[in-house]
């Protein structure tokens, strides 16, 4: 498979498509790696032979010694994760030095953003929108409110200790007042944050400047999203989204990248649905179906543990990924995991208010009001384990990706016949 020169990898669903494998896998073209938002809430797994990595906020390059990895400004950023995470990863015999940088302009989480999203989410019941309590949307409501705390703050004591007390004096009554949560003194706060920026002060940099270097000195880049593009906070099933832009635009404003050195977008959509949290799941399964996708497809989330809601493949969300992202190739993830079924029912529109849609209805997702259309198609009834090549496909799997492609006007190049890297067919 031959890729242009700089790539965005985007995933084309609700998220955990499977976009940590495919980055490890492309990643020996590329010699940049750059993670443009979200938090430590979403993660990637990534399987090499025996080897098993579960990464939250560093990007999947980081696998590969020679990779420059970013962490760029429109991420939110916990340094205690991101320093736990450093750990686990050398521990397991990953060089981890000189080749991960920090955007000094990416955004901070801090104790009182965990404990706001955890008295929200509780307080809210059967309204909860089903986060992961790590303080990611309370950190970027501090972005776009103006008083947020940035990575390059931890190295300006003056400036840390004045954004630390003026955030307290405002978080302090609403978590005693409005939730009964304990409050936090910003002195205990301001000296741990102080010691984070001395820890990490070496990674800091100016990440905009660095990757614009990069790409005038003609190293090629891989842009690495997290979650998938129905969660994309103006473009997914809101307000069950997540807080930052998951599409490719998000590039361009969370790493200071012009669009016109995006060459190439790669969107990674499972051979079925899935999603976490609250929200709208046209295609979701909850009967026996659903629980043998779960269980033969292991969808628990990598960072939480929590079980994945599971359904068929739902084709105008990615019909809509691929008309937000301008998608060039598809990478089909977890093909097997459809290996016993005896049909296989596609959703090819929606019924709403009897109009057909193509595409994600926006406007119905308050309501859940639509209603799945299914075309059905004939299983294999065969293994796919481990298959490296398209033409050793069941003639079934083949006329199913065939569909899929025909319907998305996207090839699917890469198609994940297991979890593992060498699990995979990559086509010409």
């Known amino acids: 498979m031959k890729l242009r020169k700089n790539v965005a990898v985007i995933g084309a669903q609700w998220g955990d498509e499977g976009k940590g494998k495919l980055v490890d896998l492309l990643c020996e073209e590329f010699d940049v790696v750059a993670r443009y938002q979200g938090g430590h809430n979403a993660g990637h797994t990534v399987k ?35 320093l736990d995470e450093i750990e686990r990863l050398r521990a397991a015999g990953i060089v981890i030095e000189e080749n991960l940088k920090i955007s000094d302009a990416a955004h901070v989480i801090l104790p009182y953003h965990r404990a706001l999203d955890l008295a929200r989410e509780e307080a809210a019941g059967l309204a909860r929108i089903g986060t992961t309590g790590r303080g990611i949307g309370p950190a970027y409501e501090s972005k776009v409110a103006r008083y947020g705390i940035r990575v390059a703050d931890l190295l300006d004591p003056e400036v840390l200790k004045h954004k630390i007390e003026f955030a307290c004096a405002e978080k302090n009554p609403v978590l005693q007042i409005v939730y009964g949560r304990e409050t936090f003194d910003p002195a205990q706060l301001y000296d741990a944050y102080l010691k984070y920026g001395e820890v990490l002060a070496e990674r800091i940099t100016n990440g905009t400047v660095l ?7 003609g190293k090629r880049v891989m842009f690495e999203g997290a979650q998938g593009m ?28 012009a669009p016109k050195h995006i060459h190439e977008v790669i969107g990674v959509a499972k051979a079925y649905t899935t999603r976490v949290g609250g929200g709208a799941f046209p295609t979701e399964l909850n009967d026996e179906q659903g629980e043998h996708l779960r269980s033969r497809g292991n969808e628990f989330g990598t960072v939480t543990g929590r079980p ?19 998608i060039d190739t598809i990478a089909l993830t977890k093909l097997d995991v459809l290996d016993e079924f005896e049909e296989i029912p596609v959703c090819v529109e929606y019924n709403v208010h009897g109009e057909k849609w193509k595409t994600f209805p ?22 796919t384990v481990g298959i490296t090549s398209f033409d050793d496909l069941p003639q079934a799997a083949k006329d199913y990706i065939k569909f899929i492609e025909d319907e998305t006007e996207a090839k699917a190049s890469i198609i994940s016949t297991g979890p593992r890297r060498e699990e995979t067919i990559v086509r010409d």
């Not at 098993?52 to 991420?75: E, Q, T, V, W």
């Not at 103006?234 to 969370?254: A, L, Q």
């Not at 994945?308 to 301008?326: E, I, K, Q, S």
């Open 48 to 82: 090499f032979a025996d080897q098993h990595f579960a990464l939250r906020l560093i990007p999947s390059g980081i696998i590969h010694r020679d990779k420059l990895c970013l962490l760029g400004n429109g991420m939110v950023i916990d340094p205690e994760a991101l």
């Open 211 to 217: 990757i614009n270097d990069q790409i005038r000195a």
């Open 230 to 257: 129905m969660l994309d906070i103006d473009h997914g099933t809101y307000p069950f989204v997540t807080s930052s832009n998951t599409i490719v635009g998000g590039v361009c404003t969370g790493l200071g990248v």
């Open 308 to 326: 994945r809601r599971c359904g068929w493949l739902d084709l105008p969300v990615v019909r809509t990924a691929a008309m937000l992202n301008g």
């Open 362 to 383: 926006a406007f119905a997702v308050a309501h859940d009001d639509y209603k799945p259309v299914y075309r059905t198609f004939k299983g294999w009834k065969q293994s």
